[in-house]
């Protein structure tokens, strides 16, 4: 039975860190990324890390977020740095067997039950 089993939000100031763990068990994946949703908003797209090393990011997070991958914890990271009210969302991380469209929600085959990220002004 394959989890994705999320950790790591809460309640930070702007300018602030937080460090988002997402624990994979089941079977390992290709691509493992985070997504996120604001009340009232669209699910978008945040962070990917595929097979090789590869890396990509949102406009919005890039410079200021950092998505890593512990192949042997079968684990996905997310470091937020100089967090922002706009980054307050619900992330969920998630994870596909291929590396096919990897910034398309659809495409995913697994999903996390999600954790609260606030940022404060």
């Known amino acids: 039975q394959v989890q994705l089993v999320e950790s790591g939000g809460g309640l930070v100031q702007a300018g602030g860190s937080l460090r988002l763990s997402c624990a994979a068990s089941g079977r390992t994946f290709s691509a493992m990324g985070w997504f996120r949703q604001a009340p009232g908003k669209e699910r978008e797209f945040v962070a990917v890390s595929w097979s090789g090393g590869n890396l990509y990011y949102a406009d919005s997070v890039k410079g200021r977020f950092t998505i890593s991958r512990d192949n042997a914890k079968n684990t996905v990271y997310l470091q937020m740095n100089s967090l922002k009210p706009e980054d307050t969302a619900v992330y969920y991380c998630?994870?596909?067997?291929?590396?096919?469209?990897?910034?398309?929600?659809?495409?995913?085959?697994?999903w996390g039950q999600g954790t609260q990220v606030t940022v404060s002004s």
């Open positions: 998630a994870a596909k067997v291929n590396i096919m469209r990897v910034t398309t929600s659809g495409a995913y085959d697994y």
